[in-house]
């Protein structure tokens, strides 16, 4: 006989482990099947996320940050480096062991709350009295049933049609981030966010990267001020983007990867680089689920069709993170895992939309919250806006740091906030004092009279609050 489970979580990334933690802290019979494996094949819960995405990329950009400054800022501070060098694979290795902490901190929280973890591949086998059959085919193939079933199964990176990844020349994120040299030459299609980020990682220790952009702005679910002010940064850094092109044939060879592209004047045009990173989004990943078995609905992008609620078309099947609508953010699927644990439970789990922030780990980094202002001209809103540049902040002096800037959105009646972006240092700390402003409904008037502490970036964000109302106190 099966073992019996009253709720069986399918991926352990940050959507599928938070929520067998949630559904276990409210007392359920909890299991959660992962699939991924270390380089021994040992497990490494996580998902993507933790694996070749959030927490490697931090990890990179972080060094190679520290490499920057070294080589180009800290003779401003009076420190004299000599023989500087750059060992990429300690860099890389450094990498792999964040990584593995994180895993091996994951496997330590489901033996604290007596979750049972099984590593392996899930897929449906038939319906039950009660629930599910679920099948897991790792080491020893088994079978479980449970009452409840939280698919958290997350998202595999878009490849170009006809041109597959092969993490050798064509890269996707998990090639961008186990490259174990800096490429002299880097390419990257589309200007998604990995794509940026491991551009600006390869782009400090010396690549020359260029972005080829199908879009004809920069950033277009940014706030065009903001990504405006983003794009001169980085060109002044020295990443060159190419906007409104098409992308033609790829061809890799012995000596790289050539790609023909159509420029936006029209103009043919080819680029041969050593190694070509694709971000061009990615795809929910239902792979060997099996949902013919049990008749689970999906959509016409492969996303598994769910309620505000995230149920599922199926008595008690649901599903939260990258493989539903709506945004592919981890900390979006932990809060949806959360709430279906808590709906399970017999609670009222909620998850916001409107209040997720969004963090581009860039330098500058770039967050936002809310709606731009582009939207609102959209929706026909009216507002007021309010920025404050980092350039008057001490503390962004001090730093050594100036760039960007905060900027507020207020209705125009109520001053109630309706979105802020910040580009800038330490824009993705910033924004969570945002969050929390537009979570509890707050003014940019509320913000304006909080005392922030002086010197701080947090500073910016009263300025900006201040500029809504015309009465900015330091520019």
Sequence with gaps: MSKQFDVIVIGGGPGGYIAAIRAAQLGKNVACIDEWKNITGGPAPGGTCTNVGCIPSKALLQSSEHYEQASHHFADHGITVKGLSMD?????????????????GILYLFKKNKISFFHGRASFVKAVENGYEIKVTGAAE???????????????????PGTPFDEEMILSNDGALRLGAAPKKLGLVGSGVIGLEMGSVWRRLGAD???LEGLPTFLGVVDEQIAKEAKKA????????????TVGEIKTGKKGVNIAYTSAKGEAKTLDV??????????????GLNVEAVGLKLDERGAIVVDGDCKTNLPGVWAVGDVVRGPMLAHKAEEEGVAVAERIAGQHGHVNFNTIPWVIYTSPEIAWVGRTEQQLKADGV????????????????ALGDTTGMVK????????EILGVHIVGPMASELIAEC??????????EDIARICHAHPSLSEATKEAALAVDKRTLNF
């Design 408 to 415: 507020m959105l207020a209705d125009a009646t109520t001053d």
């Design 274 to 287: 050593d190694k070509l990173i694709i971000s061009i989004g990615r795809v929910p990943n239902t792979i």
């Design 234 to 245: 980085f060109d002044k850094q020295g990443l060159k983007i190419e906007l409104g092109v």
């Design 435 to 444: 969050v929390v402003a537009m979570e509890f409904r707050a003014s940019a």
């Design 142 to 160: 088994e079978a479980i049933t449970g009452q409840q079933i939280i698919i958290a199964t997350g998202s595999n990176a878009r490849a170009l």
């Design 382 to 397: 009216a507002y007021k806006a309010g920025t404050f540049p980092f350039l008057a902040n001490g503390r962004a002096r």
């Design 88 to 104: 990429v694979a300690k860099m890389v290795a450094r990498k792999d062991t964040v990584v593995k902490q994180n895993n091996d």
């Design 209 to 211: 990267v260029t972005i």
